[in-house]
């Protein structure tokens, strides 16, 4: 039972993580091509670089109690796998995430390069009045 322990929160980690994505349209709710593109792109690179590093003999697998000791290839686990989608669609979603945040806070003024300044909303780094437009 405790062989699958890393897995299962891996999984359910990333379930949450899309349960988020969903709620909040960040990533694959949003462009779900271009998001699919993009964490495919960052497991095939970490994917590579774990090859190179096991084939330097830099990276070795570790045996745990709670792993499944399911190898993909020489001294590359399953979790392994696993854990590099985590992390790309983490990354995904915690960029996502801060930019709704940055769209959110209008005192930031930040908007994403995506919306023209609204009529009556000033900001101290607003644009100063011609002489044709003061009171």
Known sequence: ????????ALLASTACMALLDRR?????????RAGAITVAI?????LAWDLAAIASGHYAAGQSAG????MLAPELPLEEIVFITFLCYLTLVLRGLVVLVLRRVPSAGYDG??????AGAGSAAGS??????RP
């Open 67 to 70: 792993m499944t000791g399911i």
């Open 1 to 8: 039972m405790t062989a699958f322990l890393y897995l299962a």
């Open 128 to 133: 100063v009045a011609g002489p044709e437009e």
């Open 24 to 32: 909040f349209r960040l990533v694959l709710w949003r462009a779900p």
């Open 42 to 46: 960052g497991i095939a690179f970490f």
């Open 113 to 118: 390069g995506r919306a023209a300044p609204r």
